[in-house]
């Protein structure tokens, strides 16, 4: 099965955090992992943060981020998503970063796994809702 992950997964497979054993055994059980190419940045954020503020070596995040493109089967450029993931965002009256993903996974007919609950609530009662799976 092909699915589109979000950077709150894609964190998990770097930091030891609830949910980390879920999100990695994604990288062993699905077919096709994608996002769009933001969850580089999203991830690096995630990753800096964990070095300034929980003790995170910085060798070890710059390991993790090098790794973090290997982990995805395709990279889509966010330039291709960004009509529909504003279209999105003003519809849900969501962030449009987190918008990126559910446009990803609408145009692959695919599912958007996620931990962010916050995400997972906004969805929950709309036509989104059986795009988005909680990790």
Not at 61 to 87: K, M, N, Q, S, Y
């Amino acid at each position: 099965m092909t699915i589109v992950v979000d950077a709150s997964v894609a964190v998990r497979w770097f930091l030891d955090v609830p949910g980390s054993e879920k999100a990695y055994r994604l990288i062993e059980h699905e077919d096709r992992i994608l996002a769009p190419d933001l969850v580089m940045a999203e991830t690096a954020s995630a990753l800096w943060k964990a070095v300034r503020f929980a003790g995170l070596k910085p060798a070890t995040a710059a390991e993790a981020i090098a790794a973090a493109g290997a982990a995805f089967h395709e990279l889509v450029p966010a330039r291709t998503l960004a009509d529909r993931a504003l279209a999105i965002a003003l519809d849900l009256r969501h962030p449009v970063y987190d918008c990126f993903y559910l446009a990803l996974a609408l145009a692959r007919a695919s599912r958007l796994v996620t931990a962010d609950d916050r995400l997972l609530r906004v969805c929950r009662r709309t036509r989104f809702a059986k795009l988005v799976r909680s990790l």
